[in-house]
Nanobody, 115 residues
Framework: QVQLVESGGGLVQPGGSLTLSCAAS????????MAWYRQAPGKQRESVAT???????NYADSVKGRFTISRDNAKNMLYLQMNSLKPEDTAVYYC?????????WGQGTQVTVSS
């Protein structure tokens, strides 16, 4: 029912910045809370940021002050602006619903923070 496509990841040095994008299909996008998740090697997937349909945001303590989640409902797009990146931010980043997750996850986009 819903297709999620993450993009924008890559290799960046500590302290650098990167912007991730998530293209979501379906008219449901504009009506639901969305979130960015990440999964590091050997770790469980964790939520790092959420945004309601109206634009209210929440962040995990580990990224607060460094990451900014935003959305463009007219374009069915979700974004994550990441600044002051640290090696511990290295992970595969995914988008999905924030309150309800869809059964199918996208392929994710790899973010590697390294010197």
């Amino acid at each position: 029912q819903v297709q999620l496509v993450e993009s924008g990841g890559g290799l960046v040095q500590p302290g650098g910045s990167l912007t991730l994008s998530c293209a979501a299909s379906g008219s449901i996008f504009a009506r639901i809370t969305m979130a960015w998740y990440r999964q590091a090697p050997g770790k469980q997937r964790e939520s790092v940021a959420t945004i309601t349909s109206g634009g209210h945001t929440n962040y995990a303590d580990s990224v607060k002050g460094r990451f900014t989640i935003s959305r463009d409902n007219a374009k069915n797009m979700l974004y994550l602006q990441m600044n002051s990146l640290k090696p511990e931010d290295t992970a595969v980043y995914y988008c999905n619903g924030g309150d309800w997750v869809f059964g199918s996850w996208g392929q994710g986009t790899q973010v590697t923070v390294s010197s």
